[in-house]
Structures are given as structure tokens and as C-alpha cells.
């Protein structure tokens, strides 16, 4: 299947690379830690018009960094003579071997194509026949990886497939191409050319008598596990009593503490207790005094009744005072008014008195003249 052809950049054809390429290249990277790597992919083109990969190289790096990583351009041109020596060497009516693609590592950061990585990509698309080129991604660390076909997928990697098939012609030329790099390492070194990946060639390779880069890789990286091993029990050795020393010291310390948390509670409990008897005294002073004020209470309302009482009584005694106020002022008016008829009587009777003693006055006169008329007047009373 082929995707659309984008302008002037040619159309992405699908990428195929084997189980083996994977676990090899992070087989052999995984020692390495946190350094990333870079190395050439060497494959071809199928019936289906794939980019198949089928094996690779990483060769001396001359910058690796967590993070980046580079390889001399030169190893490109070597790998291209190498598959023209074997595509010549080798008569099949197959697809020639070339230069199909760029593996590189991502330890702990996951897969993706940066955007150097997609700078990269792009680069060396744009220097091959059909820009046939794929990119190849693995993080050794995570155990994960990714196949772009192209750089305009940064985040769009495909997995790699189980095994591919091919002629045995095709297959005899991949095998001079790995003999003519395994020529390559031994004239220039290990240094110069660390690893070979024989992909799925490997096992049929090492029964030859081939060197096998990656198996080297992984038991230098056993030894240096078993190193760090040793290492670390050493220090162990070294450590261990002093540790022994401090936990024991950390312990008495923390038991001293436990027991002044202890002491601590017990102190709180004492102060607690206290509280609450000063609580039970208070509430027994609060009923003390409710009864007492009931006690009050009940006083102040007998008291209270008394004096609604002597309200009454002292009404009751103002009333009668009122009324005794008036039968005297009656009385006394009758007494007023008979004792002005009596003056009046009196008047009168002294009028009377007045004019009869005027009139005896008068009769005087004539009792003397009268002498002898006056005793018989006497006598006659
Ligand atoms: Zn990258």
C-alpha cells in the first residue's frame, strides 16, 4: 500500500522490520544506560513495494549524550559499497540490498521522532533513490519501540512484525554484505565498529563461527550487573555494622520517645481527671445554688402574697376610712346645722327675752307706780 504523494516530497511506502532488528538493537544498547546510539539499517524493497528492514550496525558514535547522538555520515557510503559488493557478488533476479533506514535509541524517554530526529529523517529521505528510507526507534530501557515511514508522523510509529520471508539468493546476499562489515570491523576495529545485526541471520551466523556483537554486549552486561553486584555487597559488608549501629541507635531513640509520648499521656490524663472533677464540683455548686434560689423564690412569692394581702387590707381600711370620713362629716353637718337652728333658737329666744324685758321694763314701771298691785300679782303665782 502506498499513501498519497505529498508536493514535491514523493509518496511514504510502508515500513517492515523484524522482531530480531528490535530485540538485537536493544540487546546490544541496553548495557549503555541512559547513552543514546545511532546506526545503520540495510534492507530492500519487497513485491509489495515495502521498505523491508533486515540488518543494520551501529558504529563508533561521535556524540552521545542522554539525548542525542551522532555518527560519522561517512559509515553511510561504507554500508552502500558494502550491499553494491554483495548485490554484485550475488546473481538473483530478487531486489538489490541497499541502505534502507536509521536506527536509533530513546533509553527511558519512550518513542517518538524529535524534532532533530524529524530534521534528521528528512535529510536522509531526500539523499535516497525514491526517498526509500524508514527511521527505527527503540527505547531499551522501557522495552518499547517504533517504525516511521515517514517524518511527517512524528507520533505515528507501526510495530515491528515477527519474521519476514525472502529468497535464498536474497538471503546469500545479505550474507556476503554481513561478512564484507564483519571484514570492515576487523581491519578497523570494534571501537571504530561496535556491532553488527545479523537480524535473523544471527544463530545460522554464530554456528559459522561469526563474532556475535550483541551476545558480547549482553554478557558485558551481565558482568557489569555482577559487578555492581559484588560492589554493592561489598559496601554492604562495609556498611552493615555501622547501619547496624545507627538502626539500633534510631530505635533507643525512638523507644525514648515512646515512652515520653507515654509519660506525656499519662500527664494529660491526671490534668484531664482534674478537669473533670473541677466540672463534677462545679455542677455540684450550680445545684447547690438552684436550690437555694428556689428556696428564694418560693419566700419571695409568700412574701409577695403577704403584701398583696396588706394592700388589700390597707384598701380595704382606706375605704372604710372614707366612708367613716363621711358619716362623720354627715354627722357633723347635722350637728353644724342643728347647732345654727340652736343659734337661731337662741337668737330668737334672746330676741324674745329682749323684747319681753323690754316689756317687763315697761310693766316695772308701772308696778311702782302700782306698789300694792305688784304683791298680788306674787301672790297669785
Ligand atoms: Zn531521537
Not at 509489495?48 to 540488518?55: I, R
Not at 539523499?127 to 524508514?134: D, H, K, L, T
Not at 560492589?231 to 547501619?243: A, F, S, T
Amino acid at each position: 500500500m502506498i499513501s498519497k504523494q505529498r508536493k514535491g516530497l514523493g509518496p511514504d511506502y510502508p515500513a517492515v522490520c523484524p522482531d530480531h532488528i528490535i530485540e538485537q538493537a536493544a540487546a546490544f544498547t541496553a548495557p549503555r544506560g541512559r547513552l543514546e546510539m545511532g546506526g545503520v539499517l540495510i534492507g530492500h524493497v519487497d513485491e509489495n513495494g515495502a521498505n523491508v528492514t533486515v540488518t543494520g550496525f551501529f558504529p563508533e558514535q561521535i556524540e552521545e549524550t542522554p539525548g542525542y547522538c551522532m555518527f560519522d555520515g561517512k559509515w553511510m557510503a561504507i554500508a552502500a559499497a558494502a550491499c553494491d559488493y554483495a548485490n554484485s557478488t550475488v546473481e538473483s533476479k530478487g531486489p538489490p540490498i541497499r541502505v534502507i533506514g536509521w536506527i536509533h535509541t530513546h533509553p527511558d524517554i519512550g518513542i517518538f521522532l524529535s524534532g532533530i530526529d524529524v530534521k534528521t529523517f528528512h535529510e536522509l529521505r531526500n539523499q535516497c533513490p525514491e526517498r526509500r528510507f524508514v527511521a527505527v526507534v527503540v527505547d531499551p530501557l522501557r522495552n518499547e519501540h517504533g517504525v516511521f515511514n515517514t517524518e511527517r508522523q512524528p507520533n505515528r510509529p507501526h510495530h515491528s512484525v515477527p519474521s519476514i520471508e525472502m529468497s535464498d539468493e536474497l538471503a546469500q546476499r545479505y550474507d556476503v554484505f554481513l561478512d564484507r562489515m564483519r571484514t570492515v570491523q576487523t581491519l578497523h576495529g570494534t571501537t571504530a565498529l561496535p556491532c553488527i545485526l545479523p537480524g535473523s541471520f544471527r544463530y545460522k551466523r554464530l554456528i559459522a563461527g561469526d563474532r556475535d556483537d550483541v551476545g558480547l554486549s549482553e554478557k558485558q552486561g551481565l558482568f557489569t550487573i555482577k559487578k555492581a553486584q559484588f560492589d554493592l555487597k561489598e559496601e554492604i559488608r562495609i556498611l552493615g555494622p555501622k547501619l547496624q549501629t545507627d538502626l539500633k541507635k534510631a530505635m533507643s531513640k525512638i523507644s525514648l520517645d515512646v515512652q515520653d509520648q507515654k509519660n506525656t499521656g499519662k500527664h494529660l490524663e491526671i490534668q484531664i481527671n482534674n478537669q473533670k472533677k473541677r466540672i463534677q464540683d462545679l455542677e455540684n455548686l450550680v445545684n447547690q445554688v438552684n436550690a437555694e434560689n428556689a428556696k428564694l423564690t418560693s419566700i419571695l412569692d409568700n412574701l409577695n402574697g403577704k403584701i398583696t394581702q396588706i394592700q388589700r387590707l390597707l384598701e380595704d381600711t382606706d375605704s372604710s376610712n372614707t366612708k367613716r370620713f363621711d358619716t362623720v362629716r354627715e354627722s357633723n353637718a347635722d350637728v353644724i346645722k342643728r347647732l345654727d337652728d340652736h343659734e337661731l333658737m337662741v337668737r330668737r329666744r334672746f330676741a324674745k327675752m329682749e323684747e319681753t324685758s323690754e316689756k317687763i321694763l315697761a310693766q316695772r314701771t308701772i308696778i311702782r307706780s302700782r306698789h300694792g298691785t305688784r304683791m298680788r300679782l306674787r301672790r297669785r303665782r
